[in-house]
Structure formats: structure tokens, C-alpha cells
T-cell receptor, first 111, second 113 residues
Framework: DAKTTQPPSMDCAEGRAANLPCNHS???????VYWYRQIHSQGPQYIIH???NNETNEMASLIITEDRKSSTLILPHATLRDTAVYYC????????????FGTGTSLTVIP | GAVVSQHPSRVICKSGTSVKIECRSL??????MFWYRQFPKQSLMLMAT?????????EQGVEKDKFLINHASLTLSTLTVTSAHPEDSSFYIC?????????FGSGTRLTVV
């Protein structure tokens, strides 16, 4: 699986957009970009995933660069409950394929 | 959405005893489940892949005789920490693939005293 690089920590003001970057320069053509978050002492929660195109759901938007070497997770209106560690993971889709977590970005939403 | 139930959520055991953690997929079948361990302020570390009806595969450096995994049905995988020691104290999390991504259990906090 491709390795990802994320900033260790970020702050965001409540109500503002949180933009979390991820570098995955060695991603291969059949690998998806997944984003998960982990709130303290809970299991990780799925946020969004994508292959090439930008994606949006009720939680967030995922912007993937044209060369697929990096992506940005956007939380449009951050709330205090969005304070968590956010993980960017790249892997081939499908059951049976291992999911390896990097160090993630610790996002703190400030009132 | 898909739910993975993990039990117990918290357990304290004495050094030298064994502890079993259960992971159930509640509304879907999971031929493969994964077990992770997480130490304080660290990321999740994949320990092993649990395969229904066959032996688990362990990541490098994980002792298979210490962390026994059984995946006897399509909805249940168990992790048994044998002869637990204080250094095994950690947060253990299971997951299973569902449609488009992995669903994770809520985790088990193991404290060995």
C-alpha cells in the first residue's frame, strides 16, 4: 500500500472550513483514497473515499489532484464535535485487503 | 449502516490470565476481519487478519501464540490475549469490510494489573 504523509496537527475555528491535506505521491492506479477519523477512545469512523474524481457527502468533501499524488479533506463548517484525529489511507478497494494507518492529523476545533 | 459490535468495551485482568475479546458483524457477513492495537497517543497498528474458516495471518512481530484469533462464523471473530502482562495493556479494535469501506468496532480497553 502507498504511504501517506499528513501534518501532525491543525487548528480550525468553529464554523470555518477545515482543510486537511494528505500526500500520497506513490499511489498506484487502482488505489483509492480513504479518510477516517477517530474521536478519543473510540473506533475509527468512515468519512469519505474516492479514486479520481472529487467526492462529496453529508460529512465532507474530498478533493483529489489530477495526478492523484495528493488530496484534501474539507469539513465545510467545523464544529467542536469534529475535533479528532483524521487518517488518510490509500489502498485497493475490496474485502481482504489490509488497512494500514499512518500517524494522521490531530484536528482541534477552537470555539 | 453496517455495525460492528465489540465486547467487552473495557476489561481489567490480572497478570498471567487470559482475556477474550469478541467482534461481531451485526447486519452483514464478514469473511475477513482485522484486529488492531493502539497504544496511548499512537496510531492504530494492524495485528492480524482473521479469515472465516481458516487460520489468521499475523503481521510481522505479532506473536501468534499470544494473540489467538478464531473466526468460526461469518459474523464472529474473537481475539484471546493469553497469559496477559502489563505491557499488553492497550486499546484493541476490530474491523470488517462492508460495501465501500471498513467499519470499526468501538474498541476494547484492556488493562492488565
Amino acid at each position: 500500500d502507498a504511504k501517506t504523509t499528513q501534518p501532525p496537527s491543525m487548528d480550525c475555528a468553529e464554523g470555518r472550513a477545515a482543510n486537511l491535506p494528505c500526500n500520497h505521491s506513490t499511489i498506484s492506479g487502482n488505489e483509492y483514497v480513504y479518510w477516517y477519523r477517530q474521536i478519543h477512545s473510540q473506533g475509527p469512523q468512515y468519512i469519505i473515499h474516492g479514486l479520481k474524481n472529487n467526492e462529496t457527502n453529508e460529512m465532507a468533501s474530498l478533493i483529489i489532484t489530477e495526478d492523484r499524488k495528493s488530496s484534501t479533506l474539507i469539513l465545510p463548517h467545523a464544529t467542536l464535535r469534529d475535533t479528532a484525529v483524521y487518517y488518510c489511507i490509500v489502498r485497493v478497494a475490496g474485502t481482504g485487503n489490509q488497512f494500514y494507518f499512518g500517524t494522521g492529523t490531530s484536528l482541534t476545533v477552537i470555539p | 449502516g453496517a455495525v460492528v459490535s465489540q465486547h467487552p468495551s473495557r476489561v481489567i485482568c490480572k497478570s498471567g490470565t487470559s482475556v477474550k475479546i469478541e467482534c461481531r458483524s451485526l447486519d452483514f457477513q464478514a469473511t475477513t476481519m482485522f484486529w488492531y492495537r493502539q497504544f496511548p497517543k499512537q496510531s492504530l497498528m494492524l495485528m492480524a487478519t482473521s479469515n472465516e474458516g481458516s487460520k489468521a495471518t499475523y503481521e510481522q512481530g505479532v506473536e501468534k501464540d499470544k494473540f489467538l484469533i478464531n473466526h468460526a462464523s461469518l459474523t464472529l471473530s474473537t481475539l484471546t490475549v493469553t497469559s496477559a502482562h502489563p505491557e499488553d495493556s492497550s486499546f484493541y479494535i476490530c474491523s470488517a469490510w462492508q460495501d465501500y469501506g471498513y467499519t470499526f468496532g468501538s474498541g476494547t480497553r484492556l488493562t492488565v494489573v
